[in-house]
């Protein structure tokens, strides 16, 4: 998709002769007082999401090479182990074939020396522990695609060389680009921003949070949104606020706005208006859910994701081994269950 811009791109040289402070946040705390803030503004950088890894690569993304290597000479020190044990015993197969067969779920012929089988059930038990662990993962990443490194502080952007893009208005809070000269740019529209963000590569946008919601939900049907990520550590806020210059109904005034902030009205007409693809749907779900709020969910690595009505209903989490547990709990119950049967059977057949 090829983008035109018509709007002036300022460079560095351009820029430094411009008053950018954070003159906003230092003036609302010194006459803090004298004005009621009904909003408060969050910029964030937004930057493109890193490419998705090839689909081969799933299958060796699931455990770190450490794990890897570790599973590798665990199969190897066992396979040579049962090897020298079974040239006493008439029972001596390629050890390392049937281990490995064992890990893919084949089934092989089991040794009947009780030493060489306590190992066998035992690696049994250990190739089901991996083989769950790896196919829930597996299946996790084949709907969650992972991801190339992703930036996700000032300093990498810094450190990559990313063109450094401010876009606002009026005055733009920075504060903290002193090591960014060379690559820092200022674009006038915040739409034309974002627009300049995704004709290119390697280029971050200072904007706020509720611009991105509201030009990506509005002009672009919330698609494009799924493609970006926020940089948080580097937040600047914007408090809005108000003031009246008629002394006779200032203080009256006042305590109606504040009655209306706390009631949370300044902010559900500003949430309608930035994402007002939510507004039919609102009634459906649960009124404190902050996704809900927000019209948005937010991903690994907290990345921002715009999603469509019937998506919210099915937000996911990020996987863990801590969502199986309840799964080998059960298995290691059913083992525990199975040698108590085959005790209270050899109890039995030597008493009768």
């Known amino acids: 998709m090829k983008i035109t811009l018509n709007t002036n791109i300022l460079n560095y040289e351009e820029i430094k002769n411009h008053l950018i402070i954070d003159l906003n946040l ?6 803090g007082e004298q004005f009621i803030r009904y909003y408060t503004v969050a910029y964030y950088w937004f930057l493109q999401k890193s490419e998705a890894l090839p689909r081969w690569s799933t299958i060796l993304c699931v455990f770190s090479n450490y794990v890897w290597i570790c599973i590798f000479f665990v199969l190897l020190f066992t396979a040579v182990f049962l090897q020298y044990l079974s040239q006493s015993a ?13 890990h893919l779920g ?3 012929r089991e040794p009947k020396e009780y030493y060489l089988r306590i190992i066998f059930l035992s690696w049994l038990i250990y190739s089901f522990s991996i083989n769950t662990i790896f ?9 969650d695609v992972l991801h190339q490194h992703q930036i996700d502080t000032f300093e990498e952007l810094v450190e990559e060389n990313y ?4 876009a606002n208005d009026n005055i ?9 000269t060379s690559y820092l740019k200022w674009i006038e529209r915040q739409e034309d921003s974002l627009m300049y963000l995704h004709s290119g590569v390697k280029r971050a946008v200072f904007i706020p949070h ?24 580097s937040q600047k806020q914007s408090h809005l606020i108000i003031q009246f210059s008629n002394k006779h109904f200032e203080k009256r005034i006042y305590v109606l706005l504040n009655r209306l902030i706390e009631s949370g009205i300044p902010d559900k007409l500003v949430n309608d208006f930035l994402y007002p693809r939510a507004k039919s749907f609102k009634s459906m779900l649960d009124m404190n859910s902050n996704e809900l709020v927000k019209g948005a969910s937010y991903t690994k690595n907290n990345s921002l994701s715009y999603e469509s009505e019937s998506d919210l209903i099915d937000l996911y989490y990020p996987f863990s081994i801590m969502h199986m547990r309840s799964a080998f709990l059960l298995y290691f119950i059913g083992l525990c269950a199975s040698c108590l049967i085959f ?3 050899v109890f039995l057949f030597y008493k009768f």
């Open 210 to 233: 509720e611009s991105v919601s509201y030009f990506y939900n509005t002009i672009c049907d919330g698609n494009v949104g799924n493609n970006l990520h926020k940089i948080i550590d």
């Open 343 to 345: 005790l209270i059977e």
């Open 90 to 102: 008439n029972f001596a197969p390629p050890w390392w074939l049937n281990l490995v067969s064992l």
């Open 172 to 180: 733009v809070l920075i504060g903290n680009v002193v090591n960014a």
């Open 106 to 108: 084949i089934g092989i």
């Open 135 to 143: 196919q829930c993962f597996f299946t996790s990443y084949l709907v």
């Open 163 to 166: 063109e450094l893009i401010y």
């Open 26 to 31: 230092y003036f609302y705390q010194s006459h």
